[in-house]
């Protein structure tokens, strides 16, 4: 018993145990089977949400491929955000995708980073007509730019701010005050 | 869109919209040729009539519209922003501003996903308390919404009734939290207090008057023939293109898919309640008024339900690294006082990871997407606003209809200026 315990990996043991897990590790297979295994990096499961990075290259394809798939029909884009992560070199940007298919209530979570240099990621507003403003939004607040987004520009903001506010970069705090050491402050 | 309110800024919007269109488009914001005789009308930002400050600059031949090009952050408060300096309890406060007329949903849908970070069980009694109070709140929600469908049809009757019920659950709110509209309510491990008699009191009662003054109101409106043409019809929606721009709550029922977020990844022990998922078939205006009403109903339901089987027991959880000590014991008790220290000044370091919690928010899914790298503050929190994602959808829903028909698709929405812009 012991030594088909150790055959199985602890990832799989998991899996047994928890429907979430096991729902996850299904969905994976799946995945690995529609887009092959070299699609995805960085596999895991944050808090019951599986969680792939894929390539800016592929992520139209994958979303595409998704939304078409019978099987899963992942086709209800929840929502979609920028991240700013100034301290991964050639990666400082990501663009984070929700999708949730409300036919097996099945949700997942994509990730693309790409080069602060070069913020460009597809649009998906040839897939999902909700796309449209969060793209606005993400290019609002990060710069990120959606080639062949039919109406790219600012949301939120003035449309004459000559900066995007949500990089980190740009600290709420008054970045000339010396009374406050705090890590945290400011950032 | 920079100051648009002036006339060169409406110019140059309908330029750039007229330039996008060149380049034949099907997304972009469409404005026909002024040699077609048609009228440019700036509906808003401050029409009476858009409940909220958003603009809409409708292109309109004679009374019915030919495009629209909507302009939302007007009141643009940058919270995800000011999210990234806040500890997690401050946060809290700015939940509350987003959609305001279901202030505690918010509140507790942004607890919720706190505790899912941090790994907190919250009591039974707590979770039955936060139902009563998310359900009030959705019932106060959707009295607006229909009570302004009235008013904006000419019926002024029904929103004075509704907002002297409103004006009771607000009671119960500042017996639960001291607040009314902006609440605040609860905290991260549960509630700050418990229900007091007086509360239970005043729901009871509430309890017994509401169905009444809501009976009379459905019958004021639902079969009136009046309120009916006006509209039966209007500003519909086809349950795929709501999936595709992303509908959800009342608006995608309304359109026949039976998506709520309570029953489908229910959170807060709502899989403890029997209740029932009212869809429409059209998706129009009139669909979105029932669908609301059948759901004040439902949440009726629920609500009775929760204080029948009010569990007894704490009304926190204990959670002393993140649930502030009673204000006594901190003047008394040692544990207490570095316990409230730590967590006011945010001292306490939270684990690393990321979390998605969404909660079916007056108007739809309201999710929280939360990266947190461990520090007092999130590294980066997304609000996953149901307004900002549907609105896109009013320029598709209202071309081609009247311009009064589009002040009821706007109003059945439920737009909420505070969500859209965040």
């Not at chain 1, 899963?72 to 995708?97: A, I, K």
């Not at chain 2, 009374?63 to 946060?91: C, D, L, M, N, W």
């Not at chain 2, 907190?120 to 039955?128: F, G, H, I, L, N």
Request: contains cysteine; negative net charge.
């Amino acid at each position: 018993m012991a030594d088909q315990n150790e055959s199985i990996p602890a990832q799989e043991q998991a899996a047994a145990q928890d429907p979430a897990a096991q729902q996850n590790a299904q969905l994976l297979a799946l995945l690995h089977h529609l887009f092959g295994e070299a699609a995805f990096t960085d596999v895991e499961e944050s808090y019951g949400l599986l969680s792939v990075t894929t390539t800016r290259e592929q992520i139209h394809g994958i979303i595409a491929g998704l939304q078409k798939d019978q099987e899963l029909q992942l086709n209800f884009l929840t929502t979609m955000c920028g991240v700013h992560f100034p301290d991964r070199e050639g990666q400082e940007l990501s663009m984070v995708y929700h999708l949730h298919s409300l036919t097996r209530n099945i949700r997942l979570r994509l990730k693309i980073f790409f080069p602060i240099a070069d913020p460009v990621a597809p649009t998906l507003t040839d897939l999902y007509s909700c796309a449209n403003w969060m793209e606005r939004e993400a290019f609002d607040f990060y710069g990120i730019i959606f080639p062949g987004h039919p109406n790219l520009m600012r949301i939120l903001n003035v449309e004459d701010m000559d900066y995007h506010p949500m990089r980190k970069e740009y600290a709420l705090e008054d970045g000339t005050r010396e009374d406050k050491t705090d890590l945290f402050f400011g950032r | 869109m920079a100051v648009n309110d002036t006339l060169e800024g409406t110019h140059k919007i309908i330029e750039s919209a007229r330039e996008q269109q060149a380049h034949l488009n099907p997304l972009a914001p469409t404005v026909n040729d002024f040699n077609q005789e048609l009228t440019t009308l700036n509906l808003g930002p401050t029409h009476p009539a858009t409940h909220g400050i958003f603009q809409n600059i409708l292109q309109m031949d004679g009374e019915r519209i030919i495009s629209g090009v909507p302009t939302i952050g007007y009141i643009h408060r940058a919270f995800e922003k000011i999210a990234e300096r806040r500890p997690f309890y401050q946060i809290t406060t700015l939940t509350d501003r987003m959609n305001y007329c279901s202030s505690p949903i918010n509140n507790m849908g942004w607890h919720m996903t706190v505790e899912k970070l941090l790994g907190v069980e919250v009591p039974k009694r707590a979770q039955y308390i936060r139902v009563i109070l998310m359900e009030l709140a959705r019932i106060t929600d959707h009295l607006i919404c229909n009570g302004i469908l009235g008013v904006d049809t000419g019926a002024f009757t029904g929103f004075l009734y509704l907002m002297d019920e409103r004006e009771k659950v607000y009671e119960i709110y500042e017996e639960v939290s001291g607040a009314r509209l902006t609440t605040n309510m609860g905290r991260v491990g549960g509630m700050e207090r418990d229900f007091s008699d007086i509360a239970i009191a005043k729901l009871r009662a509430w309890l017994k008057t509401f169905p009444g003054v809501m009976r009379e109101f459905e019958t004021m409106f639902n079969r009136n023939r009046i309120f009916m043409d006006r509209i039966v019809d209007v500003g519909a929606i086809s349950a795929e293109r709501a999936l595709n721009y992303g509908f959800t709550g009342p608006n995608l029922r309304a359109a026949g898919v039976d998506y709520d977020v309570r029953v489908m990844n229910p959170y807060s022990s709502y899989q403890d309640f029997d209740f029932e998922i009212p869809v429409g078939t059209k998706g129009d205006t009139y669909d979105r008024f029932m669908v609301r009403n059948e759901e004040i109903w439902q949440s009726l339901r629920i609500i009775e339900q929760a204080l029948e089987n009010l569990p007894a027991g704490p009304y926190h959880a204990d959670a002393p690294h993140f649930y502030l000590p009673p204000k006594q014991a901190v003047y008394q008790n040692m544990e207490a006082l570095i316990y409230h220290f730590k967590i006011v000044m945010g001292e306490i370091d939270a684990p690393v990871g990321e979390v998605y919690h969404s909660v079916e928010g007056g108007n739809g899914e309201l999710g929280f997407y939360l990266v947190s790298d461990g520090g007092r503050t999130p590294y980066r929190l997304h609000f996953r606003r149901p307004c900002f994602i549907y609105y896109q959808a009013y320029t598709e829903m209202v071309v081609g209809q009247t311009l009064s028909d589009a002040i009821v698709t706007l109003s059945s929405m439920n737009v909420i200026a505070g969500e859209l812009d965040a």
